[in-house]
């Protein structure tokens, strides 16, 4: 049974990058196509989703985080990391990975998640 | 503001059924499927229902899922108090080009 865990710095400056990681295990994560994907929840906030990464490499983006986002993926070590730069008070959130089935873009699903990581950004 | 509307909270007592609805428009719920989480503080969201209607294995059959037009609905049958957690619902949106939630709604099971 696949399960996803975050890991991150817990508290950044304003301006910082932020950087996480989150560990795959019980499942490979190449052996099926999926993406792997990066949501965050602001403190009284809906859901938001930020990015995400296919299993072979290929990114596709919330369009509000087009610039400041960027995803890695490291399969043999059974990772893949979010980097966000210029964090404000705004990018104060729980941070959650995911998993969805390589479907159509518009038939996307989050089937698999991650307990969460607080991030707090403060000066 | 969420583009995906849902009422902030929702009640019921032990055994009766729930409605949650979600309001959207043609460039979201109208064009395409919709996707319900269950979100608990510290635990790992849970999906629900995908594709309006689908459960995945090992989601209760007290949990089901339909849409109409640009408004989607997720009914909780037979409550318990374990149900007690926010939900949201999720889709694509043609106009931001992304995944879009809406802003959830806790139960409370009385």
């Known amino acids: 049974q696949v399960q996803l865990q975050e890991s991150g710095p817990g508290l950044l400056k304003p301006s910082e990058t932020l950087s996480l990681t989150c560990t795959v295990s019980?499942?490979?994560?190449?052996?099926?196509?999926?993406?792997w994907g990066w949501i965050r929840q602001a403190p009284g906030k809906g859901l938001e989703w930020i990015a995400s990464?296919?299993?072979?490499?290929?990114?596709h983006h919330n369009p509000s985080f087009e610039r400041r986002a960027a995803l890695s993926m490291d399969t043999f070590n059974h990772f893949f990391s979010l980097r966000l730069t210029s964090v404000t008070a705004a990018d104060t959130a729980v941070y959650f990975c995911?998993?969805?089935?390589?479907?159509?873009?518009?038939?996307?699903?989050?089937?698999?998640w991650g307990r969460g990581t607080l991030v707090s950004v403060s000066s | 503001q969420s583009v995906l509307t849902q009422p902030p909270s929702a009640s019921g007592t032990p055994g009766q059924r729930v409605t949650i609805s979600c309001s959207g428009s043609s460039s979201n719920i109208g064009s395409y499927s919709v996707n319900w989480y269950q979100v608990l503080p510290g635990t790992a969201p849970k999906l629900l229902i995908y594709k309006n209607s689908v459960r995945p294995s090992g989601v209760p059959d007290r949990f089901s899922g339909s849409k109409s037009g640009t408004s989607a609905s997720l009914a909780i049958s037979g409550l318990q108090s374990e149900d007690e957690a926010d939900y949201h619902c999720a889709g694509w949106d043609d106009t931001r080009k992304s995944v879009i939630f809406g802003a959830g709604t806790k139960l409370t099971v009385l």
């Open positions: 019980g499942a490979s994560m190449t052996a099926t196509p999926y993406y």
């Open positions: 990464i296919y299993y072979r490499g290929g990114t």
């Open positions: 995911a998993r969805h089935p390589a479907t159509v873009l518009t038939d996307w699903y989050f089937d698999v």
